[in-house]
């Protein structure tokens, strides 16, 4: 699907987080060219400071990290996606059910994003994820290593 087609750049959209933030010039105006500022994710306004310091927490916890997207469905103000990212559990990350140091595994994510979009830009996110498919293969990692 085109630019046109979709409403938004999603090629450039998930670039965004791809590299850590702090190596792009201004990451702040990065993001707030792609997304609105607040933008809603799971009804939750979220401000683009916020999606910067995400970003950056992502690439903390996981490198080498790797996305494929497997569908996209659109109509023109929705974008839908599904994807299958894999990374090597580098770092701590902050999970709902605590903080989980680093593992070294290689961890795969499968998910979803419903992106509304308005004037070019991600207004609404609805993200489906599976970290606990994650945690379970980083913390298996650590069991096996006897940590």
Known sequence: MTQAQLGIDLEALLALWMV???????????????????????????????????AEAVHAAFRDQ??????VVADGQRVAFAFRREATHAGTWSTPLGDLPASGARVRLTGMDILTIADGRVVAIRVLTDDLAVIV???????DAGA
């Open 137 to 143: 293969q980083a913390a298996g990692a650590r069991l």
């Open 20 to 54: 850590p933030p702090s190596t792009r010039a201004d990451p702040h105006a990065a993001f707030a060219e792609l997304y609105a500022d607040p933008v809603l994710i799971n009804d939750q306004p979220t401000s683009v400071a916020d999606l910067v310091t995400r």
């Open 66 to 71: 790797t996305t494929e997207i497997l569908e």
